[in-house]
């Protein structure tokens, strides 16, 4: 019976895996509990188990050393617990199921350090409220394998509202999923349904249908914005619970409200400014567990004062002068707060700098001109603002993008500005241009709409081929081993040119990085740095 | 007095030095496709760097189980007054958290105490050696732990990686996820803060992030210990190693260790990076 169940885990291990797609320490669930299931058969098989109570100790004993991954280990004590319910039986009758499905929920919640709702505890918690439900329904073990299988099945669907992680990743909790597949399985056997290459269809997160009284996250997340008055949770536990009425009821009282579960049990949570009614209607339904509230106001105050303080706190932030959307984007990502469009052709005014420098959140600003023509305007603004101004004399956008590297928000200002002027210069610049006319420049003759080759500003080669002249320009700067070649494509040269000069400079400097990235500036048909 | 000391091969800690300080280190376990191996005992880390980069499956990690860690405790405890249990992160591992199950569930007289380094790697190790040592000159539980839990607090460990990928695909990256999807290629580096990943910083090339960590390195002052950790670039180590020991009292050189399979299947290869316990104020 196990053995049917782990075979029918390991045909959706892959699945359950990828449900692992948010970032969290453990791994892949669907691996960690297979195995964990398939120690717990090892275990049968090694003994001579064949009572109830037999199979189920040494199942539990099985994966007692072969649990892996916190899954593992939950999954490992939820047979703990049914082990310990089962303890004495020769078969099981649905009051032994009751008991021993308790008895595992204990187990699973006692095996963490803190429960977190959500997980598959939740999921747990909701087989053994279900097989409850069916004693005192006076259902047959085949209502009870079924209704347990359903109540999971939904839990896992709603484990995206429990647990903010899961909502924001847009998946269900991977170790409920492979409880599910675990039920599913043992429910299969027992009723003698054949398992082979069977594929379950994987749970969604539940969606907005409030018909059957699930919400979806993008109905919670909206609502978590409206926050203010108290929060306030509750379940309410009674025997013929009216979900309807407890809606329309709750509905006339407070807002954001979210109301699900069953006749049995209800959870709700909502919005309202006093929770005192909330909680009256709920005790005139049935008896109330897990209360919670929350005062939002005090939650928003808090936050907007976090985000103040933050702000205050910022004790350097930078302005650059840059041009193209590809490399404007690259100096935004790099921390640069307030962006001033230019370059070669069109030097910002001083007056673009003091005010790009006054709407910088701090009171100690670096400016990065990234042209030799626009610094004297950058000096002229630091001397004209009231703020404390650092013109760091970049002469390129290599280098600027260079000192952005060693920026660090939360560094102090001395910090920052030795990190940066060092940075600036340990970094080669390059570009490659067209010759607007004919012309003589250092002993260079060029015509015009040849490509001209430019190291640190001075022209170095001329040609015809934009290709040639790109890796005679590197030849000429000397690319070391171990070193990193920028091509900063601009707009008038084509992606799939600017890969074949990519591809070319890879194999001309085989020791070294290359990387094409979109620049998206004017008049330099590329920018090359190279470090 | 005899407290034993026990650990898990994410300390990354040599065997050798292990055993000659008497530290029972239990092996994580490391997953390729179907096979699975105990890290450091049945898979070596050359042998696991090849199968990383060459081998057609990528792997996952998974905790001991606690059943593995009872044994030991129940082994360790039939001639010790106390065990001391130092483990890696438990942001980052589950494994300290079977090892708390396994203290509460083993049968044995003496006391054991399990602590949660919020370390990584050489970082765990930092700990682990201070306390094998105190325990080894006879010393008594409480002063055991106490050594412990002042060296965590003074243990830092960081390194640079080739890629992010590794980290990212084991779920570990925390709050280096910031360091994720960059427009330019970058050299991540990353912290263990507070048990968890964060940013340490982004370098444009391998070469100037080894730089960036030496100047983090002694951005901590002056420190009692170094370990200069790797995965495959021995020679990159080296150097590194070298040029830290100004920060070490005269006559002590950096230590040396290799990531063993447990952690570089979230670090992958070419990682390199420092651990250090920063001298006592």
């Known amino acids: 019976m196990f053995e049917a169940a782990t075979n029918l885990l ?35 098989n090694d003994t001579q188990a064949e009572t109830v109570s037999e199979v189920a100790t040494a199942m539990y004993r099985g994966t007692f050393m072969g649990a892996r991954g916190n899954s593992g280990v939950i999954l490992s004590q939820f047979l703990k617990g049914l082990a310990d319910g089962f303890d004495g039986l020769e078969t099981f009758r649905v009051k032994d199921i009751v008991i021993a499905y308790e008895r595992a929920r204990q187990c699973a919640y006692q095996s963490v350090g803190k429960p977190v709702e959500g997980t598959m505890l939740t999921v747990i918690s909701s087989i053994a409220d279900s097989a409850k439900s069916i004693e005192l329904s006076g259902g047959n073990l085949n209502d009870l394998h079924e209704a347990v299988c359903i109540a999971a099945r939904n839990s896992v669907a709603e484990t995206p509202t429990l647990l903010s992680t899961l909502r924001e990743a847009g998946v269900v909790d991977a170790g409920g999923q492979g409880l599910v597949v675990i039920l599913e399985g043992l429910r ?4 003698g349904q054949g398992m082979e290459g069977l594929k379950l269809e994987m749970i969604e997160p539940s969606s907005l249908e409030s018909a059957d009284g699930v919400v979806s996250e993008e109905f919670l997340t909206e609502h978590e914005e409206d926050e203010y008055g108290y929060c306030t949770q509750f379940v309410i536990q009674g025997d013929a619970l009216d979900l309807k009425q407890i809606r329309s009821q709750l509905d006339e009282i407070a807002h954001s409200t979210v109301v699900v579960g069953d006749e049995f049990a209800i959870m709700v949570h909502a919005h309202a400014d006093d929770p005192g009614n909330l909680i009256s209607m709920g005790v005139s339904n049935g008896q109330l567990s897990k209360i919670k509230i929350e005062n939002m106001d005090v939650q928003h105050n808090a936050f907007t004062a976090a985000r103040r303080d933050e702000m205050e706190t910022f004790t350097s932030s930078v302005v650059a002068v840059a041009a193209g959307p590809g490399i404007s984007d690259i100096f935004r990502e790099l921390g640069v707060s307030e962006l001033i469009v230019g370059g070669d052709t069109m030097n910002p005014s001083v007056g673009e700098i003091v005010s790009a420098i006054a709407k910088a959140p701090s009171e100690t600003v670096f400016v990065l001109p990234n042209n030799k023509n626009i610094v004297p305007a950058a000096r002229a603004a630091a001397e004209q603002s009231p703020k404390i101004v650092n013109v760091l004399e970049t002469l390129t956008i290599p280098q600027g993008i260079s000192a952005m590297f060693s920026f660090d928000l939360q560094a102090d200002v001395d910090t920052n500005s030795v990190a940066m002027s060092a940075a600036m210069t340990d970094i080669k610049s390059a570009a490659v241009t067209v010759a607007v006319r004919d012309a003589t420049i250092d002993g260079i003759s060029t015509k015009e709409g040849q490509y001209i080759g430019l190291l640190e500003g001075d022209i170095v080669i001329v040609g015809d081929d934009i290709k040639k002249l790109t890796l005679g320009l590197l030849g000429n700067v000397g690319v070391d081993d171990g070193s990193l070649v920028t091509l900063y494509q601009g707009d008038q040269l084509s992606e799939n040119n600017a890969d074949v000069i990519g591809g070319a400079v890879i194999d001309a400097f085989q020791g070294a990085e290359v990387e094409v990235v979109q620049g998206g500036q004017s008049h330099y048909h590329l920018i090359i740095s190279i470090e | 007095m005899t407290i034993k000391i026990v650990t898990d091969s994410a300390s990354d800690m040599p065997v050798e030095l292990a055993d000659s300080l008497g530290i029972e280190v239990v092996p994580v376990n490391v997953i390729f496709g179907p096979e699975q191996f105990k890290d450091g005992v049945e898979l070596s880390a050359d042998d696991f760097y090849e199968r990383l980069i060459d081998g057609e499956h990528h792997p996952t990690t998974s905790a001991p189980s606690i059943g593995e860690v009872v044994q030991i405790y129940e082994k360790l405890g039939q001639d010790a007054d ?6 890696v992160s438990s942001k980052l591992s589950a494994t300290y958290g079977v ?7 083993a049968s044995v007289d003496c006391p054991i105490k399990v602590i949660d380094s919020l370390q990584a790697s050489q970082g765990v190790a930092m700990s682990v050696i201070a306390a094998a040592k105190v325990a080894n000159s006879g ?11 002042s060296t965590v607090e003074r243990s830092q460990c960081f390194v640079l990686l080739d890629t992010l990928e590794f980290l990212q695909r084991g779920g570990r990256i925390g709050k280096a996820r910031a360091l994720i999807g960059t427009l330019l290629r970058i050299k991540p580096m990353i912290i263990v803060r507070e048990g968890e990943v964060d940013t340490l910083g982004k370098a444009r090339t391998y070469s100037k992030g080894v730089e960036f960590l030496k100047n983090t390195a002694e951005g901590f002052g002056d420190a009692d210990e170094i370990s200069v950790i790797y995965s495959t670039e021995k020679e990159v180590a080296e150097q590194l190693a070298r040029s830290l020991s100004d920060l070490l009292p005269e006559g002590k050189e950096p230590f040396i260790a290799r990531i063993g399979p447990g952690v570089g299947t979230h670090g992958g290869p070419r990682i390199v990076g420092v651990a250090l316990l920063q001298s006592a104020v």
């Open chain 1, 10 to 44: 390991q045909q959706h291990v892959d699945e359950i895996n990828a449900l692992n797609v948010f970032p969290v320490p453990d791994g892949d669930t669907g691996t960690n509990m297979f195995l964990t299931m398939q120690s717990g058969v090892q275990g049968i």
């Open chain 1, 188 to 191: 299969r056997y027992v009723t």
């Open chain 2, 82 to 87: 106390g065990i001391v249990s130092i483990h």
């Open chain 2, 99 to 105: 090892a708390e199950q396994a203290a509460a569930q």
């Open chain 2, 139 to 149: 010393a008594g539980l409480d002063a055991v732990v106490s050594t412990a839990m």
